[in-house]
């Protein structure tokens, strides 16, 4: 069921449309998926948290500010190696543990849309071990999407470092 409602949320992530369009088939740029020795709640908490991202971006990112302007919820980040980036938080689901952001800015040129689905889940053959699942999901010119995709890739992987340290 979890899998079925993860695939209906990215198909339908962005903006709803006025009239029902055919449905058109999604294909991430990227999927991936870490074990983590601690139950979803725990990890949920964490990834929920929104300034804590900081706390297990394994030194990434060096400074969060969470804000709402009409309505919106974004995130401005700043990176260890001098970036800024600003996210707008789509979606923070608590019953399915399911955390959707979109990169607003800046984009790579070529890049008209850049969205990250984070999903915590259990394991059915384990109690003491969760399963994080990372996809990213991008429209535009498909060298700028790699870019981009190959960017934020090396994010995630300093996310999961930084959620084992915190956790394991």
């Not at 384990?126 to 498909?142: A, E, Q």
């Amino acid at each position: 069921m979890k899998k079925y409602l993860l695939l209906l949320m990215i198909c339908w992530s962005g903006a709803a449309a006025a009239q029902m369009q055919a449905a058109q088939k999604v294909t991430p740029e990227y999927r991936h998926e870490t074990r983590i020795k601690s139950d979803p709640p725990a990890i949920w908490q964490i990834i929920r948290d929104m300034p804590k991202v900081k706390d297990y971006s394994n030194g990434m990112i060096t400074g969060v500010n969470i804000r709402t302007t009409g309505g919106t919820q974004f995130r401005d980040l700043e990176f260890a190696d001098g970036r800024k980036r600003t996210d707008e938080i789509e979606q923070v689901h608590e019953t399915y543990k399911f955390f959707v952001f979109q990169v607003s800015a800046p984009l790579v040129p070529g890049v008209t849309k850049a969205i990250v689905t984070v999903l915590v889940e259990s394991l059915p053959d384990s109690k003491d071990t969760s399963v994080v699942r990372w996809s990213i999901i991008m429209d535009g010119d498909k060298s700028a999407k790699k870019v981009l995709t190959d960017s934020l890739i090396a994010e995630i992987a300093n996310y999961e470092a930084g959620l084992k340290k915190l956790l394991e």
